[in-house]
C-alpha cells in the first residue's frame, strides 16, 4: 500500500504547503476518504432502487438495448443531486471525477469506490456483476449503434456527414453524384416540401450515385410532423418593380432585363430580372432592336429597347427604374414614329402577403380566414384601433394558449405576448422587433415556449407520407416529438407497414420534447435503431437562445448515457453553403460538432464546399477530441511542424 503522507509532500511538485497539510491533517487522511465512501455508497444505492422502480419501462426495452437503458436510468440518478462538492473532494485525491461517467456510470462509481477502499486499506468485493457497461464495452455498444442507424464509419473521421437533399435532387442525377463525391454519408429527404413522386426519384439518384461510388450512403426522410405556422396572407398589390444595377455612385452598370411573354405563359424566361404577361398578338410584332414607351405607374415617362426575341417571348432592357401594374399601357414605336402599336400589361404576379409590424402593434392570429386589417368598428375586445390579422395553420392550439403567454414568429425574429383570447383567435402585443420593424410573410413558423399544448405526434400527412417512407428510406425522422405516446405511435405505423426494422431519430424542437427527452430514448429503444437530432432552430426559439448551449450540452450527456447516436443539425456552415463565405463562428461551432456522431448541413448553392469543409474540419478535430473526451495528440506546431497539415 503506498505511503499517503509522501504523496501530497512539498517536492512532489504541487503548491501544496506543509502548513496547509498540518492544517486538513493530510489531504489523504482516512477521515476523508471515508465521507467520500459514504457518499458514494449512497448514490450507488439510488441508482439500483431507480433501476429496480423503473423495471416495467426496461422490460418494453429490446435485450441488445437493455444494458444501455440501464445505464441511462443509472445516469439520470447520479445527476439528480449537485455533484460539484463531492467532484472537488475527488479531485483533491487525484481520483476520477466522474466528469466523463456518461457511458459507464456504476461501472466509473465503483472504479472509485474500489480504490478507496484500497487506500484505506479495507476490503473490496468485485461488484461488476451488478454493472452494465465499462469503460471499453461501452464505446463498442455506441459504435454499434452508430452503424446501425447511419452506416458504416466514414473514412478518416468517426463523425457522419448529413446533407438534406434540395428539390433539384428528383430531376438531376447529378446532385446526388456531386453530394456523395464530395463526402455526403446521409441524404436527408424534408418531407415538409416536394411530394412522394419527387421522394423516390430522389432516393433512387442517392442510391444510384452510392452504388457507382462504392459506398453506403444511408437515407433519413423526416416527417412534417404538427408544425405550427402563419397561414395564408392577402397578397400585396400587383406591381412590379424594374431597377437597372447602379453602383456606388448612382452610374448605370448593368440594364434592367424584362421578358415579355404571352398571357397564360408560367414558365419564365431565363437571365431576366422579371417577366410580365403581353397579348400575343402584339408580342409578335416586336423584332429586336423596337423601341416600347410607356408611361409607369408613379406617371413617370419610361422606354424599353427590345434585345432578344424568340419563340417564347422577348426580352427588353431599361436604364432607368420603372413601376409596372395591370393598368401599364406598352406602346410599340414604328421608325416614323407616326403608328404605334399597344398593349395592356395583362398579367403581373402579386407581391406576398406580407405584415408589417412594431413594436407595441397588435396582431390578430386567427384560426383561419385571409389577412386584412379590421376596421375600428371591428376591433377586438375593448380595443379601438385597427389589428393586422394572420391565420394559424393548426388552429387547434388557439384554445390551448393563456394570457401571458410568449409567441414567436420566423425562428424567434419576431416576438410577442399574448394578451387577449377573444373570438375566433387571440391578440398578441408585439414586444420584440427590430425598431424600424419586421415583416412577416405567409409559411413562417410559430412557437409558443409557455403552452402546455397537445398536439397530434403524426398529421394525416405524416401518416400517408410513411407509405413512401417505408418504401424508399432507411430511416424516419419524428418532427416535434413530444412524448413516449409518439414514439409508439410511430412504430406502430411502421408495424403496419412491415418496416419494424427501420431506425428512428427523435428530432427534439420543442421544449417538451427536451423535457420528456430521457423517456423518449427508452421509448425509442424498443425499436432495432434509433437516435436522436439536436434541432437548433426551433429548440433555441423553444428554450431561449442564451440557454441553446447548456441544453445541447445536456441532450450529448444524455444520449451518451444511452449509446444513443446524436445528430448535430440546423444551421452548420449555413454561410457557407449559401454565399461561399463562412464566418469564423461557425467554424467553431462546426467544430463542435465532433462531439457528435453525425452532422448535418442544409441545402444551399454551395453545399459541396460546406461539405469539403465540414470533412476537412472533423478529420482534425477527430485528433483533438472524442465525444467529451480530450485527446493529447502531439503538437506539430510548437515543435517544428506545420499547422497546415
Not at 403552452?451 to 418532427?479: E, N, Q
Request: charged share 25%; proline share 5%; aromatic share 4%.
Amino acid at each position: 500500500m503506498l505511503e499517503m503522507n509522501t504523496l501530497h509532500s512539498p517536492s512532489s511538485g504541487d503548491n501544496t504547503t506543509t502548513g496547509e497539510l498540518t492544517a486538513h491533517n493530510s489531504l489523504w487522511n482516512e477521515a476523508l476518504c471515508v465521507s467520500i465512501m459514504a457518499q458514494l455508497w449512497g448514490l450507488r444505492k439510488a441508482m439500483l432502487q431507480r433501476e429496480s422502480s423503473m423495471q416495467p419501462t426496461l422490460d418494453q426495452v429490446l435485450t441488445v438495448h437493455r444494458d444501455s437503458a440501464r445505464n441511462l436510468i443509472h445516469y439520470l440518478s447520479l445527476r439528480a443531486v449537485d455533484l460539484r462538492p463531492l467532484q472537488e473532494q475527488l479531485a483533491t485525491l487525484g481520483l476520477s471525477s466522474l466528469g466523463r461517467a456518461e457511458s459507464h456510470v456504476l461501472a466509473s462509481l465503483d472504479k472509485v469506490l474500489g480504490l478507496l477502499h484500497k487506500l484505506t486499506g479495507q476490503p473490496w468485493q468485485n461488484l461488476s456483476h451488478e454493472e452494465p457497461p465499462g469503460r471499453v464495452s461501452s464505446r463498442a455498444l455506441l459504435a454499434d449503434n452508430t452503424i446501425g442507424l447511419l452506416g458504416d464509419v466514414p473514412n478518416e473521421r468517426t463523425v457522419r456527414i448529413m446533407v438534406t437533399l434540395p428539390s433539384e435532387a428528383a430531376t438531376d442525377v447529378g446532385v446526388a453524384r456531386e453530394l456523395v463525391a464530395a463526402g455526403m454519408d446521409v441524404a436527408r429527404i424534408n418531407c415538409a416540401h416536394d411530394g412522394p413522386r419527387q421522394w423516390v426519384d430522389m432516393a433512387k439518384h442517392v442510391r444510384k450515385a452510392a452504388k457507382a461510388a462504392r459506398r453506403n450512403v444511408k437515407i433519413l426522410m423526416d416527417l412534417g410532423g404538427p408544425k405550427i405556422r402563419t397561414g395564408v396572407i392577402a397578397p400585396g398589390p400587383a406591381v412590379l418593380k424594374l431597377r437597372p444595377g447602379k453602383d456606388d455612385f448612382g452610374h448605370v452598370y448593368r440594364p434592367a432585363r424584362l421578358g415579355l411573354q404571352p398571357m397564360g405563359e408560367h414558365e419564365p424566361l431565363p437571365n431576366v430580372d422579371a417577366c410580365i404577361g403581353v397579348w400575343d398578338d402584339w408580342l409578335k410584332r416586336l423584332k429586336v432592336g423596337s423601341t416600347i414607351e410607356f408611361t409607369d405607374a408613379r406617371g413617370a415617362k419610361r422606354h424599353l429597347l427590345v434585345t432578344h426575341c424568340t419563340s417564347q417571348g422577348a426580352v427588353a432592357e431599361c436604364l432607368r427604374t420603372c413601376y409596372f401594374t395591370p393598368e401599364t399601357v406598352l406602346h410599340l414605336v414604328h421608325p416614323n414614329h407616326k403608328k404605334k402599336h399597344s398593349s395592356l400589361v395583362c398579367h403581373i404576379a402579386h407581391q406576398p402577403g406580407t405584415l408589417h409590424l412594431k413594436l407595441g402593434d397588435r396582431l390578430h392570429l386567427t384560426r383561419d380566414g385571409l389577412d386584412h386589417l379590421v376596421a375600428a368598428d371591428e376591433a377586438v375586445g375593448d380595443n379601438s384601433f385597427t389589428v393586422a390579422r394572420v391565420p394559424c395553420t393548426l388552429p387547434q392550439v388557439i384554445e390551448q394558449v393563456k394570457v401571458g403567454e410568449r409567441i414567436w414568429f420566423d425562428d424567434g425574429r419576431i416576438g410577442g405576448v399574448i394578451r387577449q383570447i377573444a373570438g375566433q383567435g387571440v391578440e398578441v402585443e408585439i414586444t420584440h422587433a427590430r425598431d424600424s420593424g419586421e415583416k412577416l410573410v405567409a409559411d413562417k413558423g410559430i412557437n409558443l415556449p409557455d403552452s402546455k399544448l397537445d398536439l397530434p405526434a403524426l398529421t394525416d400527412k405524416d401518416i400517408t407520407d410513411l407509405d413512401t417512407v417505408a418504401k424508399v428510406a432507411d430511416m424516419v425522422g419524428l418532427s416535434f416529438v413530444q412524448k413516449p405516446d409518439d414514439v409508439a405511435l410511430l412504430r406502430s405505423h411502421l408495424h403496419r407497414l412491415k418496416r419494424d426494422d427501420m431506425g428512428l431519430v427523435l428530432k427534439i424542437e420543442m421544449l417538451q420534447g427536451f423535457e420528456n427527452l430521457p423517456d423518449l430514448m427508452l421509448a425509442a429503444m424498443a425499436a432495432n435503431s434509433a437516435g436522436v437530432m439536436i434541432a437548433r432552430g426551433d429548440l433555441a426559439v423553444e428554450c431561449g437562445f442564451e440557454r441553446m448551449a447548456e441544453v445541447q450540452e445536456e441532450i450529448l450527456c444524455c444520449a451518451e448515457a444511452a449509446h444513443m447516436p446524436v445528430i448535430w443539425a440546423t444551421q452548420v456552415l449555413e454561410s457557407l453553403a449559401k454565399t461561399g463565405l463562412p464566418s469564423r463562428a461557425e467554424i467553431s461551432d462546426a467544430g463542435l460538432g465532433v462531439r457528435a456522431e453525425c452532422v448535418m448541413l442544409n441545402k444551399g448553392p454551395f453545399i459541396a464546399d460546406a461539405i469539403h469543409t465540414l470533412d476537412d474540419i472533423l478529420k482534425r478535430m477527430a485528433g483533438h477530441q472524442a465525444k467529451k473526451r480530450p485527446l493529447l495528440r502531439a503538437l506539430r506546431a510548437w515543435n517544428g511542424g506545420d499547422l497546415a497539415a
